[in-house]
């Protein structure tokens, strides 16, 4: 039985370029395995190189180099007839929607079932299907000009599902909505992976979708995966300078350096003060750490912001406090939450 639904074996993708160099290497050496019913994030900035590399997991984009393989067969080795074949088996949602225009919403989920041998009663009841499984029942005659954003993204999700995929690839599928209809629609694609088992390869620059809807995450950078984890793992204790970089986007604790800089009052000091930022490193941190290190090393502290979310029902983000008290005191409270493997940074010291 199957349970790898993806494998990338050293995935390489170069482009000729007008530039005096001549050649663009987009994709650079990427291996990875995607398990057979996750929600797989694939995260970077512009230019990183990951709307290649999806392209490349259903061949829309031929690697230079390296094999692909999906569902057990290498893609790679196919002929062409075998890989529209296969595609059939491999839907994908775009930032664009890509619908016809001239099409309703039925039409539109209609299109890929063309050529499938059903009949015309078929298609109807299928279409009807998979509108209803989008909650868009009552728009099966709206066009595209007649629908939301959000709507829009519903059709092509349900068009993407016409031919029973057991793949869904999204290429920045929510980077054109507004914050409320991106939550959602990744609310939809939570459902459809939980009913349907399909396996969902999420591209985007957006690091609190993937905090939303993943269960591990590669970090691309130059075209290369940089760092892979766990989504929890990878967000709470980044390897690598470009996932740190990611978390400061979306994270309040950055913004303490600005206040410094900008000798905000809140972070003026007295004698004796530090600022320090905590960052949960754990997912079964539960304890009450800032009052038990006011009690145990007789310290005031002083909670000025925090950001903390879950995961999965665990903690992430942290918090800056100022803490105030003997400076044996206050290092043996840095040396205590240490010790419990909370990440203590010193930003500031007056003492």
Request: aromatic fraction near 6%.
């Amino acid at each position: 039985m199957v349970t790898v639904m993806i494998i990338l074996e050293n995935v390489g993708k170069t482009f000729k370029d007008d530039t005096q160099s001549g050649l663009v290497e987009a994709v650079r050496d990427v291996s990875l395995k995607i398990e057979k019913g996750e929600v797989y994030g694939i995260i970077g900035f512009s230019g990183a190189g990951k709307s290649t590399l999806v392209r490349c997991i259903n061949l829309l984009e031929r690697p230079t180099t390296g094999k692909v393989f999906v569902n057990g067969s290498e893609l790679t080795a196919f002929s062409e007839p075998e890989l529209r074949k296969a595609r059939k088996k491999i839907g994908m949602i775009f930032q664009q929607f890509n619908l016809f225009t001239s099409r309703t919403a039925a039409q539109n989920v209609a299109y890929p079932l063309k050529y499938s041998g059903m009949t015309k009663a078929g298609i109807a009841g299928r279409v009807k299907e998979l509108l209803g499984l989008v909650g868009l029942e009552d728009k099966e005659s709206a066009y595209p000009s007649q629908l939301s954003g959000g709507q829009k993204q519903r059709v092509a999700i349900a068009r993407a599902l016409a031919n029973d995929p057991g793949i869904l690839l999204c290429d920045e599928a929510t980077s054109s909505l507004d914050p409320q209809t991106t939550l959602s629609i990744l609310k939809l694609l939570k459902e459809l992976n939980s009913k349907l088992g399909i396996t969902i390869v999420v591209i985007t620059h957006e690091m609190h979708v993937v905090k939303e809807i993943c269960s591990r995450v590669a970090v691309m950078e130059n075209g290369a995966v940089v760092e892979e984890g766990d989504v929890f793992s990878v967000f709470a204790n980044p390897k690598q300078k470009i996932t740190r970089d990611f978390i400061d986007t979306t994270s309040n604790l950055s913004k303490i350096h600005a206040l410094i800089a900008e000798r905000s009052p809140i972070v003026k000091l007295k004698p004796g003060e530090c600022i320090i930022k905590l960052k949960y490193q754990e997912k079964d941190i539960s304890e009450a750490l800032v009052s038990m290190i006011s009690r145990k090393f007789n310290i005031d502290a002083n909670i000025i912001f925090g950001d903390i979310e879950f995961l999965g029902g665990s903690p992430i983000g942290g918090l800056i406090l100022i803490v105030n008290g003997a400076r044996s005191d206050i290092d043996g409270a840095i040396a205590f939450l240490r010790n419990k493997n909370v990440g203590v940074e010193v930003i500031l010291d007056a003492r």
